[in-house]
Nanobody, 114 residues
Framework: VQLQASGGGLVQAGDSLRLSCTHSGRTFTGYSMAWFRQAPGKEREFVAAIGWSRGMTYYAAPVKGRFTISRDNAKSTAYLQMNSLKPEDTAIYYC????????WGQGTQVTVSS
């Protein structure tokens, strides 16, 4: 399983970004997808997840109401729409796939200036 994350960048507080995570190497079928982030000097933390079968979504409290996770199974891609970004959202964002084990993609940097 290979995961390619993209879409990060430098934005101002209040702006939006959409991250993408493209899954390849095996069928996308059955994988739950998630986003984590790691800010400088902090541990990696959960951001959002989406299930396979019914597309149930889960969010960490700090991003609930601002971020939306979604998936396009035909494109083997998961997305993280981030609105109303805050400086504290600055981190490297990692996508992850879970099916029998957890797989990680490389991170994409998101920097939010005040």
């Amino acid at each position: 399983v290979q995961l390619q994350a993209s879409g990060g960048g430098l934005v101002q507080a209040g702006d939006s970004l959409r991250l993408s995570c493209t899954h390849s190497g095996r069928t996308f079928t059955g994988y739950s997808m998630a986003w984590f982030r790691q800010a400088p000097g902090k541990e990696r933390e959960f951001v959002a997840a989406i299930g396979w079968s019914r597309g149930m979504t889960y969010y960490a409290a700090p991003v609930k109401g601002r971020f939306t996770i979604s998936r396009d199974n035909a494109k083997s891609t998961a997305y993280l729409q981030m609105n109303s970004l805050k400086p504290e959202d600055t981190a490297i964002y990692y996508c992850s796939a879970v099916l029998g084990g957890r797989f990680w993609g490389q991170g994409t940097q998101v920097t939010v200036s005040s």
